[in-house]
């Protein structure tokens, strides 16, 4: 799996790729990077079968001190989902919105 930086999100978005966002419900609700669609890390696993093995998804949180991706990707990779087609935003939304970057409500 590899971790992707700003740039890389925005090619992503532009090529209208999977963004997910893997934080609380009620934190996307309040914010989230464009196009991003909110797949709860508590809820990843059951919602695997909506996540296209042959297309890379970007998923991302809050940030680096944040553990919803990590977990999200611990059991995708669980569930059998392949590493080459999760790419990890570490930066998520704290390095999103330092960088002025505009985020859109859901």
């Known amino acids: 799996m590899r971790t992707v930086g700003e740039l890389e999100v925005i090619e992503h978005i532009e090529a209208g790729l999977p963004l997910i966002d893997t934080r609380l419900p009620e934190l996307y609700e ?7 669609r909110n797949v709860s890390h508590l809820k990843i696993v059951a919602g695997v079968a909506s996540l296209d093995p042959a297309t890379a998804a970007v998923l991302f949180c809050n940030g680096p001190q944040c553990a919803a991706t990590p ?7 669980g569930a059998g989902h392949p590493s080459s087609s999760l790419l990890y935003y570490r930066g998520g939304i704290h390095d999103w919105v330092t960088l002025g970057l505009p985020l859109e409500s859901p």
Do not use: F, H, S
Not at 30 to 36: K, L, S, Y
Not at 71 to 77: F, K, M
């Open 71 to 77: 977990d999200a990707i611990r059991g995708l990779l």
């Open 30 to 36: 309040q914010g989230t990077i464009p196009t991003a």
